[in-house]
């Protein structure tokens, strides 16, 4: 759980920026959520000195790289940056393939805890071997860091990322759109969910499927249809890196990343990433299996027209190996309990909406 500058400022990153995001963090409320990690995307650097050591823009970083990085340890959070595994980054700045185990080394020495990896400019480079190559020279760095795979799922990264970082994303990047696609590959968050089926037997604690970073909060949809993205990406046990400017956000929009009941779900000690059971005409149920011999349930209508659904519980407590009969169902986004297993759920569910329920132990 953490920020990422990306979605929302792009390279338009600074020192000044990151501080405040931080302070945000803390005096926001997510930081009590659970939230940890501010990490800066690309944008940061500029070139390389004679030496072939890394250089950052020092317009925007003035002081360098690990005052940033102290000042966001300072509010007891950690501290991320971006490379690519190519000669050069999306944006066209340098890249670290040939310098692999010297800015594993720069990135140690300035308090660094998390590094997203990209995949531009990476010619005929073998993904596994190249981002193998970058694990390795973050080990030998000897400082603790999460290591984020950005190959957009081109080489199937499930089948082979599990022993080389500790998340790799499965799709494009995403869009703050429903469901778009954009000539060069862009895609709205429920395109990327409907690829996110029949992945989950590959996630699980420190090995996570990543559908990319959130887009709640940045202007391109509704605050239910927010709250729809945020309860499947809560469902996926995928990683929640914000990607808003949290200086500025609505009401609606805190209430949202920090809704903690949903979080739960999304950090359950198990990992376990939610199956898709049913999918028609727009309609979506998805099961999460949880700790303490509990579910979450989400009851997604991507459609535009409202639905109505009726559960009969037993079917899905048998499919699930619940060994319970009764549980009390709570409405993660009411905050109240809603009824029991004992009797059929039915409910209408309007367009672009979700209910997100969790069948709690009586």
Same mark, same amino acid.
């Given at each position: 759980m953490g920020w990422n500058s990306w979605n929302r400022f792009g390279t338009d990153i600074s020192e000044k920026l990151v501080r405040e995001i931080a302070d945000a963090m803390v005096e926001s409320g997510m930081k009590d959520a659970g939230y940890a990690y501010i990490v800066i995307d690309d944008g940061w650097q500029m070139s390389r000195d004679a030496d072939g050591n890394i250089v950052m823009n020092h317009e925007r970083f003035p002081n360098g790289i690990k005052p940033v990085a102290d000042y966001v340890h300072s509010k007891g959070l950690k501290f991320g940056? =971006?490379?690519? &595994?190519? @000669?050069?980054?999306?944006?066209?700045?340098?890249?670290? @393939?040939? =310098?692999?185990y010297q800015d594993a080394r720069a990135y140690a020495s300035w308090g660094v805890d998390y590094l997203k990896y990209d995949w531009c400019y990476h010619g005929t480079q073998n993904s596994e071997a190249s981002y193998t190559l970058m694990r390795d020279a973050l080990y030998a760095a000897g400082r603790p860091m999460v290591f984020s795979i950005c190959e957009w799922g081109t080489t199937r990264p499930w089948l082979w990322a599990g022993d080389v970082g500790h998340l790799w994303r499965t799709t494009e990047d995403i869009q703050d759109c429903w469901d778009c696609v954009n000539e060069w590959g862009g895609l709205g968050w429920v395109k990327i969910l409907d690829k996110q089926a029949g992945l989950e037997q590959y996630a699980g604690p420190g090995h996570w499927n990543d559908p990319d970073m959130l887009e709640v909060g940045n202007g391109g949809m509704t605050a239910t249809e927010y709250k729809c993205h945020f309860s499947m990406w809560c469902m996926l046990a995928a990683p929640l890196m914000a990607g808003n400017d949290i200086r500025s956000m609505s009401h609606e929009t805190r209430e949202i990343l920090?809704?903690?009941? &949903?979080?739960?779900?999304? %950090?359950?000690?198990?990992?376990? %990433? &939610? @199956? @898709?059971?049913v999918q028609s005409d727009g309609y979506q149920m998805w099961?999460?299996?949880?700790?303490?011999?509990?579910? &979450?349930?989400?009851?997604?209508?991507?459609?535009?027209?409202?639905?109505?659904t009726n559960v009969s519980w037993p079917y899905i407590l048998r499919k699930f190996g619940l060994k319970k009969k009764s549980y009390t169902l709570r409405d993660l986004w009411k905050h109240e309990n809603i009824g029991t297993t004992d009797t059929p759920l039915q409910v209408r569910i309007k367009p672009h909406d979700i209910l997100m329920v969790r069948l709690v132990n009586n």
């Amino acid at each position: 759980m953490g920020w990422n500058s990306w979605n929302r400022f792009g390279t338009d990153i600074s020192e000044k920026l990151v501080r405040e995001i931080a302070d945000a963090m803390v005096e926001s409320g997510m930081k009590d959520a659970g939230y940890a990690y501010i990490v800066i995307d690309d944008g940061w650097q500029m070139s390389r000195d004679a030496d072939g050591n890394i250089v950052m823009n020092h317009e925007r970083f003035p002081n360098g790289i690990k005052p940033v990085a102290d000042y966001v340890h300072s509010k007891g959070l950690k501290f991320g940056i =971006y490379s690519d &595994a190519g @000669r050069k980054t999306c944006q066209g700045l340098p890249g670290s @393939r040939g =310098y692999e185990y010297q800015d594993a080394r720069a990135y140690a020495s300035w308090g660094v805890d998390y590094l997203k990896y990209d995949w531009c400019y990476h010619g005929t480079q073998n993904s596994e071997a190249s981002y193998t190559l970058m694990r390795d020279a973050l080990y030998a760095a000897g400082r603790p860091m999460v290591f984020s795979i950005c190959e957009w799922g081109t080489t199937r990264p499930w089948l082979w990322a599990g022993d080389v970082g500790h998340l790799w994303r499965t799709t494009e990047d995403i869009q703050d759109c429903w469901d778009c696609v954009n000539e060069w590959g862009g895609l709205g968050w429920v395109k990327i969910l409907d690829k996110q089926a029949g992945l989950e037997q590959y996630a699980g604690p420190g090995h996570w499927n990543d559908p990319d970073m959130l887009e709640v909060g940045n202007g391109g949809m509704t605050a239910t249809e927010y709250k729809c993205h945020f309860s499947m990406w809560c469902m996926l046990a995928a990683p929640l890196m914000a990607g808003n400017d949290i200086r500025s956000m609505s009401h609606e929009t805190r209430e949202i990343l920090t809704n903690k009941e &949903a979080i739960s779900v999304n %950090q359950d000690k198990l990992g376990k %990433q &939610a @199956r @898709r059971i049913v999918q028609s005409d727009g309609y979506q149920m998805w099961v999460k299996e949880l700790s303490g011999n509990e579910i &979450a349930v989400a009851f997604f209508n991507g459609g535009d027209s409202s639905i109505t659904t009726n559960v009969s519980w037993p079917y899905i407590l048998r499919k699930f190996g619940l060994k319970k009969k009764s549980y009390t169902l709570r409405d993660l986004w009411k905050h109240e309990n809603i009824g029991t297993t004992d009797t059929p759920l039915q409910v209408r569910i309007k367009p672009h909406d979700i209910l997100m329920v969790r069948l709690v132990n009586n």
